[in-house]
Nanobody, 115 residues
Framework: QVQLVESGGGLVQPGGSLRLSCAAS????????MGWYRQAPGKQRELVAS???????IYADSVKGRFTISRVNAKNTVYLQMNSLKPEDTAVYYC?????????WGQGTQVTVSS
């Protein structure tokens, strides 16, 4: 079983920055990708950014040029650096680890962008 622990959410003003962290522990086997999803009130959960086991990043169009995903393999940790935040980025952000035959989700961390 894989556990994911997220941290780094909070309240920030428009134009500000936050960095989210997601640390994975447990029986991590045949890891495919780790990534971040978000869900705003009344909306479906959507992909924000993901990074494959080979280090290839994928971004939603809405965050390209503003967000950067990175991974430290030795720590089984993935980061999401979020810059130039906008009110529409407000959501609960979830970390996801995709294995070959399993999927694990974190508990979510709230990001609120407001003046």
């Amino acid at each position: 079983q894989v556990q994911l622990v997220e941290s780094g959410g909070g309240l920030v003003q428009p134009g500000g920055s936050l960095r989210l962290s997601c640390a994975a522990s447990g029986s991590i086997r045949r890891f495919v990708a780790m990534g971040w999803y978000r869900q705003a009130p009344g909306k479906q959960r959507e992909l924000v950014a993901s990074i494959t086991s080979g280090g290839i990043p994928i971004y939603a169009d809405s965050v390209k040029g503003r967000f950067t995903i990175s991974r430290v393999n030795a720590k089984n940790t993935v980061y999401l650096q979020m810059n130039s935040l906008k009110p529409e980025d407000t959501a609960v952000y979830y970390c996801k680890l995709q294995g070959v035959a399993y999927t694990s989700w974190g508990q979510g961390t709230q990001v609120t962008v407001s003046s």
